[in-house]
């Protein structure tokens, strides 16, 4: 067990590009893995930290997306073992703590979610670069060859499963599908309004349908997204700047004056979280929030939205137990359950990481030039190594 050297693509401050760097990996230490990471997607959580809306320390290695080999294991590990294929986990599960136990959180208190420290297990970080430690990010960090986490951040999954296919699993599928399946439990005939499809959003589509819902309506302001949030279940669809009222009043229109039964926020805007609270119905209806709130960002509420009846939520990763459900969406995947491959849109190499956020910002702003922009993979040294553009319409 020696230090590694190889790329890792580095975040010195906000607001400016990564830099691809040589770094230094350290061996793992009691309780800890280290990870040949082979493919990993980029999040809208990842460009969080990047544009300053996310406050984490710096410089860090970002990346919670993906999917790797065991390289070795510090002492103590039980549970997986070099060579095995594995997924980190951005929401761990320690098995002990209040949240793992109960039935009903999931959130583990060793998450570095609510308030990133960027240190793992012993308060200090596996990565130098230029003689300076650099953070880990969400007890994950994958934009690196190499990675350490501690056991409780990382799952074995079937030897068989194409990594830069299920890397999704790690974070914007699962996210999106278990806000719907699991955080909401939508019911067979329900009406579900999901705001931003980006690909955590269209895996709540995914959700909503295979929870039965039969109305889902799909909010964004990128008319473009529509597209595939019907090809994967979407049956009404809704750009809030073709209206002059605001959205919640449009969609409780839509369902009659009574509002949807289930709404997801999945932008991860303080105006959206309330436009989806609003559009849910006043006594049985459930609002879900996906995407990251700002830091230390508040809401102002009316709390007549509350008493009346209403359900507000989080969900984080889906709210999933994530050892135990990962190795099963997994085999979900494997089994033709669900679809992956529609959330990959561009496939291309690890140093033009840069371009990857450039099209993740881009699908955002120039609505018309890149259909169904969802996610984006960089395989590290694995064929096949698409090249960008490939599927771009
Ligand atoms: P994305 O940027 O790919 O998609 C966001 C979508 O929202 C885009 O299609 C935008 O066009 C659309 N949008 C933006 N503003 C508005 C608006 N005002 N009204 C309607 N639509 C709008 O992001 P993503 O899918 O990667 O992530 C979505 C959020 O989920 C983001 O905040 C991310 O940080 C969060 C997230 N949360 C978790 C979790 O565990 N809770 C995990 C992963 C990602
Ligand atoms: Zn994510
Ligand atoms: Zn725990």
């Known amino acids: 067990n020696t230090v590694i050297k190889c790329k890792a693509a580095i975040a010195w401050e906000p607001k400016k590009p990564l830099s691809i760097e040589e770094v230094e990996v350290a061996p793992p230490k009691a309780h800890e893995v280290r990870i040949k990471i082979v493919a990993t997607g980029i999040c809208r959580t990842d460009e969080h930290v990047i544009s300053g809306a996310m406050t984490t320390p710096f410089p860090i290695l970002l990346g919670h997306e993906a999917a790797g080999v065991v390289e070795s294991i510090g002492a103590g590990v039980t549970s997986v073992r070099p060579g095995d294929k594995v997924i980190p986990l951005f929401a ?175 932008i991860g805007h303080t105006e959206t979280m309330m436009a989806a609270l609003a559009s849910c119905h006043m006594s049985c209806g459930t609002s879900v929030m996906v995407g990251v709130p700002p830091s230390a960002s508040q809401i102002t509420l009316d709390p007549m939205l509350l008493f009346t009846g209403r359900t507000w939520k989080g969900s984080v990763f889906g709210g999933w137990k994530s050892k135990e459900s990962v190795p099963k969406l997994v085999a979900d995947y494997m089994g033709n359950n669900i679809n992956l491959d529609a959330l990959i849109t561009h496939t291309m190499p690890f140093d033009r990481i840069n371009e990857g956020f450039d099209l993740l910002n881009q699908g955002k702003r120039l609505n018309s030039l890149f259909i169904n922009l969802v996610c984006k993979y960089f395989p590290l040294n694995y064929p096949p190594n698409i090249e960008i553009g490939t599927y771009m319409q």
Do not use: W
């Open 92 to 266: 761990p599960q320690c098995g002990e703590c209040r949240s793992c136990r109960s039935s009903k959180g999931s959130l583990c208190i060793k998450n570095d979610l609510a308030a990133p420290c960027g240190l793992i297990t012993d308060g200090t970080t596996r990565f130098t670069c230029r003689g300076k430690p650099v953070h880990h990010f969400l007890t994950t960090s994958t934009f690196t060859e190499y990675t350490v986490v501690d056991e409780s951040a990382v799952v074995k999954i079937d030897a068989a499963a194409p990594l830069e296919k299920v890397c999704l699993i790690s974070c914007g599928f699962s996210t999106g599908y278990g806000a719907a399946v699991r955080t909401a439990q939508v019911e067979p005939g329900s009406t579900c309004a999901v705001f931003g499809l980006g690909g955590v959003g269209l895996s709540t589509v995914m959700g909503c349908k295979a929870a039965g819902a039969s109305r889902i309506i799909a909010v964004d302001i990128n008319k473009d997204k529509f597209a595939k949030a019907k090809m994967l279940g979407a049956t009404d669809f809704v750009n809030p700047q073709d209206y002059k009222k605001p959205v919640q009043e449009v969609l409780v229109e839509m369902t009659g004056g009574e509002g949807v039964d289930y709404s997801f926020e999945v």
